[in-house]
């Protein structure tokens, strides 16, 4: 299976979108495909070996549209691309409207004697001559509008219709009548009626639907100001070191292992590595950490952020597609494109739109025609109804909001990977925290170790050394603490042999033909081997809120360690703040329980797992969507009473946030998986959102994002059901018999216009949105 994204070209409406998506769907081996009119992009999941690009690309051309494929590269052109080409969209617009609007005000002032019944003597004659009015208006229609009568052929001749279906109805409605009723005025007259030309109507509602688009246009592009200001960090240049010459080349032409050097206030063009040098790097834009960060030989630098005042050399370690500002470019697209649940209403309703707007047009007609015989009134109000039935409104609703909260999200360091988990993220009802990593800076460090035959003969450094050279062989945080803290002790490490890693209890290897195991109580006490030995240690260190691990050589403990994990700053604050949002916080750790108690009461968790394996992290998620917060099945340790367990509830929505790669599994399993981005690849792929600076803030952030996003899409959807809901009655003249009054086409044609912008700017307003500092 491959994804493939395609920037579509020619859609109109939610319509639109509604027929590309079904060609694409019609395509064999197309899995599944998301098509979002906002971000004019469709999503594709299909089977290569059943289907290609090309064809996929000739479903969309032979439904009426255009696509072009989105490069994989994220580069400054690109972004530049993308603006020109929004610009020439806007000009060109702009010149129908102003041609629109200015024959449009001649139409009107023409028309002005007609509609008020009295003669007005500051107005030419010839402009309320009918031939006059068609020489007018005639190129607003033919040309102006060209786009809504192409597009209307071409849906028509492919069985579909869309919105410029209504229009091109409703205008041509108005222009061919009023020309009959020019070329043939007696005709009226003798069926007693008054030969009114109704010129002004299809020129004035083809200007301001095009007003309507050029402002929608333009709002649309703003939804999209998240992606070009990340597009538009990168540098376009590098300066190279090549042969020990020192040469600019662009960004496009640097590759892996290039040396670059980046002086005092530059961008650093691409990821890598520092090997000579030491600055201070402002990383800010891409990671949202305020404070300039040091850099020094072996340390990691992110393309995109900006050098400070020393001037450093660099190996680059990822390029073009691969670097991390490009993942982000990547991840906020998909998120943009991808639809969210709510959307589906909006879908289902669009699908027949169109048609039932048409049918309730004809209808419109037949039943004035019949009951008045007057074919001025059934044509105006079918013309009415045509004009003021908006798909796009309720095509914009979702997928505005959604753009502009994922892209409002990535400025505050938050990636969210789909519509979907932004939506999910406001219905969370249990949030699960892991301790190392997420709670804790996950940098730990020893600070207290004793052996049972204490220091004599040099017993300590000897029980070190075994244990340093065992655990370096590990990835694991605790690891790296032994492994740092022996070479603070100037104690060398041998070699390990037959090292093995036991999930969740601990590692073991022979060092010196001696079995050096190191792990936890819980380990030892399956292994059969006796734990009781330094008891007065473990008990004193747990309760302090330590990791306590035990060293043991051939069988017996020979000493035990005691492990810091200082909490994060803002833990206890985020843990208040997640409470008062109404969320059950629960945390999860493979941590003994009293330290694991020890940590959650500094913090105000009331409820722990620990001693948690990693393969038992998944399952602990899936018991909590399953029975709410039941407790049974994995004894879980509560500070409170336990008369004050709470009710299980089986609808519980359960979030995941963690770093490791043991928490990959977990991540996946929970409804929302939130990885810290300063953790593993692993967990982050795993993960639905992923905070980049690794600030526990950004939970509550993101789950205010999205509850601030889901309220202003259900607004919209609120605005563009009962636009039409209210609109299209009013059109077809239910008014009339009430009190005398018809919608004239021109304010239909207004309102219509102003649908889509209000929904539009109404979504913009998620732009303002700031976190709560907690």
Known sequence: MDTLTLKLRGMSCAACANNVEKAIRSVRGVIDCNVNFGAEQASINYDRSL?????????????????????????????????????????????????????????????LPMMIGVNLPLIPNFLQNPWVQLLLTSPVVFWCGGSFYRNGWKTFKRHTATMDTL???????????????????????????????????????????????????????????????????QARDARVIRDGVEIDVPIAQVKINDVILVRPGEKIPVDGEVVAGVSTVDEAMV??????????????????????????????????????????????????????????????????????????????????????????????????????????????????????GTGKGAENGILIKGADSLELAHKIQTIVLDKTGTLTVGKPTVTDFVTVNGTANGNELKVLQLAATVEHNSEHPLAAAVVKYAQSQEVSLTEAKNFQAIAGSGVEAFVSNHLVQIGTERWFTELGINTTTLQQYKDAWEAAGKTVILIAVDGEIEAVMGIADALKPSSTAVVKALQKLGLEVIMLTGDNHKTAEAIAQEVGIERVFAEVRPDQKAAIIRSLQKEGLGTRDWGLRKILPSTQSPVPNPQSLVAMVGDGINDAPALAQADVGIAIGTGTDVAIAASDITLISGDLQGIVTAIELSRATINNIRQNLFFAFI??????????????PIFGWLLNPIIAGAAMALSSVSVVSNALRLRNFQPKVT
């Open 167 to 233: 229009v091109a109805l409703g205008t041509s409605t108005a222009y061919l009548y009023s020309l009959f009723v020019t070329v043939f005025p007696r005709f009226l007259i003798a069926q007693g009626l008054i030969p009114h030309v109704y010129y002004e109507a299809a020129a004035i509602v083809i200007t301001l639907i095009l007003l309507g688009r050029l402002l929608e246009n333009r709002a649309k592009g703003q939804t999209s100001e998240a992606i070009r200001k990340l597009m538009g960090l």
């Open 287 to 404: 990671t949202g950490e305020s404070l300039p960060v040091k850099k020094q030989a072996g340390d990691e630098v992110i393309g995109a952020t900006i050098n400070g005042a020393g001037a450093f050399q660099f190996r680059a370690t990822r390029v073009g597609k691969d670097t991390f500002l490009a993942q982000i470019v990547k991840l906020v697209q998909q998120a943009q494109g991808s639809k969210a649940p709510i959307q589906r209403l909006a879908d289902r309703v669009t699908g027949w739109f169109v048609p039932a707007v048409i049918a309730i047009a004809i209808a419109t007609f037949v039943i004035w025609f019949n009951f008045t015989g007057n074919l001025t009134l059934a044509t105006m109000t079918t013309v009415g109804v045509l004009i003021i039935a908006c798909p796009c409104a309720l095509g914009l609703a979702t997928p505005t909001s959604v753009m502009v």
């Open 723 to 736: 636009y039409n809901v209210i609109g299209i009655p009013i059109a077809a003249g239910i008014l009339f």
């Open 51 to 111: 289907t290609s690009l090309e064809k996929i690309q000739g479903a969309i051309a032979s439904a009426g549209y255009s696509s072009d494929s989105l490069s994989e590269e994220i580069l400054p052109e690109d972004n530049d691309a993308e603006t020109a080409s929004r610009q020439a969209k806007q000009r060109e617009l702009s010149l129908k409207v102003l041609v629109g609007s200015v024959i449009s005000i001649f139409l009107f002032l023409g028309s």
